[in-house]
């Protein structure tokens, strides 16, 4: 088992950034392909980004290419989303999502992912 919590989440204006972090525990982090997702109410549940177990590899969901980056910190058993240019239709639910898997892989589908996090809610005002 893995636990995943996400923190970084709130309020900030059009244009603005924030920094998301996803920390892990419970098994060897390192280990995991790590996905962020959002989900708006009303909406289902879309992939932003992901990343493999190394960093080497890295997927981004086309309306967050150029402004969102993904990465890790496998010493410190975090994943992190840096969001800039933030727009109005990024406010949603974020969740980080781990699976144990070796190699290049990642997925954009939810239901690859074993473990999810609670969410962090981003909120981008006009």
Same mark, same amino acid.
């Given at each position: 088992?893995?636990q995943?919590?996400?923190?970084? %989440?709130?309020?900030?204006?059009? %244009?603005?950034s924030l920094?998301?972090?996803?920390a892990?525990?419970?098994?060897?982090?390192s280990s995991?392909a790590?996905? *962020?997702?959002?989900?708006?109410? %009303?909406?289902e549940?879309? +992939?932003?980004a992901?990343i493999? *177990?190394?960093? %080497?590899?890295?997927?981004?969901?086309?309306?967050?290419?150029?402004?969102?980056?993904?990465?890790r910190?496998?010493?410190?058993n975090?994943?992190?989303?840096?969001m800039?240019?933030l727009k109005?239709?990024?406010?949603a639910?974020? +969740?980080?999502?781990?699976?144990d898997?070796?190699?290049?892989?990642?997925?954009?589908d939810t239901s *690859?992912?074993?473990?999810?996090?609670?969410g962090?809610?981003?909120?981008?005002?006009?």
């Open positions: 088992q893995v995943l919590v996400e923190s970084g %989440g709130g309020l900030v204006q059009a %244009g603005g920094r998301l972090s996803c892990a525990s419970g098994r060897t982090f995991y790590m996905g *962020w997702f959002r989900q708006a109410p %009303g909406k549940r879309e +992939f932003v992901a493999n *177990w190394s960093g %080497g590899s890295t997927n981004y969901a086309d309306s967050v290419k150029g402004r969102f980056t993904i990465s910190d496998n010493t410190k975090t994943v992190y989303l840096q800039n240019s109005p239709e990024d406010t639910v974020y +969740f980080c999502a781990a699976r898997i070796f190699g290049t892989f990642t997925s954009q *690859w992912y074993d473990y999810w996090g609670q962090t809610q981003v909120t981008v005002s006009s």
